[in-house]
């Protein structure tokens, strides 16, 4: 797929993301769009998956370790073709739904089950090592927000990766600088991000999170790196490509309105008209 068609997949993407928390009426819009550009990379051009097969052996994986923005992950699976995209856009956070507000293990190519901050990255970690003992080809990608960085347990993972060499794992943090609360560094300071995952030994990759070129040029010179694992840290917006939810913190965890939501679309789908 080339770059200006997976810039409009991304869009299709977001437009997931907004019907499915409009129609849910509940969930967390900033975060799941600013990841948007780099989910579309990694399922529709990056990752060696297969949605007729998601448990296909030798597959890469993708462990969505801040789970609130899960869908993001969901909203790129469903345009894949992992499932019925309508399900997903219908019944987020439905009583009885397998689209849960966080991703669970219930839907086809869902790794982990995660929400707990940090503790997605841990088994990421986990996994890849597997992955280095089974000699098993599969590559493992851990999308991280900036405010789960100050989680403890983030650290420890990152320690233990450098140390057992997992080259074969790719940690992405989705840096929009705002949390819940606020800004991260009011909340509590987790720059220089790359100094501090250089400091355990990473190889570190700085790009601009929605320039589609520079994410998939990221991942090549992951695959590259041989030795110790790799963070790429994505420059992000909260709210991208949603003017009104644009690096505002208020949009961390609540859904559009009607009105809202048709702006919103009417937004994304002005910008994949002039693509």
């Not at 990056?46 to 993708?62: A, L, Y």
């Not at 790794?111 to 890849?128: D, I």
């Not at 010179?221 to 963070?231: D, L, M, N, Q």
């Amino acid at each position: 797929m080339d770059i200006r068609e997976l810039e409009k997949t991304a869009l299709d993407v977001r437009i997931g993301i907004i019907k499915a928390l409009h129609n849910a009426g509940s969930g967390h819009p900033g975060g799941s769009l600013s990841a948007a550009d780099i989910v579309t990379a990694l399922y529709f051009e990056e990752m060696n998956v297969d949605p007729k097969d998601p448990q296909m052996k030798g597959r890469d994986k993708c462990v969505f370790s801040k789970g609130h923005a899960g869908p993001a992950q969901l909203s790129a699976m469903g345009t894949a073709g992992f499932f019925d995209m309508d399900d997903f856009t219908t019944n987020l956070r439905k009583i009885g739904s397998k689209f849960q507000g966080h991703p669970n293990t219930k839907i086809p190519g869902i790794e982990m089950a995660t929400g707990s901050l940090g503790q997605g990255f841990s088994a990421a970690a986990g996994m890849a090592m597997a992955n280095k003992l089974d000699k098993d080809p599969g590559r493992v990608y851990a999308v991280l927000g900036d405010g789960e960085l100050q989680e403890g347990i983030i650290w420890e993972a990152a320690m233990s990766a450098a140390h057992y060499s997992l080259d074969n794992l790719v940690a992405i943090v989705d840096h929009n600088g705002l949390q819940i609360d606020g800004r991260n560094d009011d909340v509590m300071k987790v720059s220089p991000v790359g100094d501090k995952f250089a400091g355990f030994g990473w190889n570190v990759i700085e790009i601009d999170g929605h320039d589609m070129q520079q994410i998939l040029d990221a991942f090549a010179k992951a695959r590259e790196c041989k030795g110790r694992p790799t963070v790429i840290i994505a420059e992000t917006i909260k709210g991208k490509g949603v003017s009104f939810m644009e690096d505002q913190a208020g949009w961390h965890g609540k859904a559009p309105d009607d009105e809202q939501t048709q702006q919103a679309l009417g937004e994304l789908e002005a910008a994949k008209a002039a693509l």
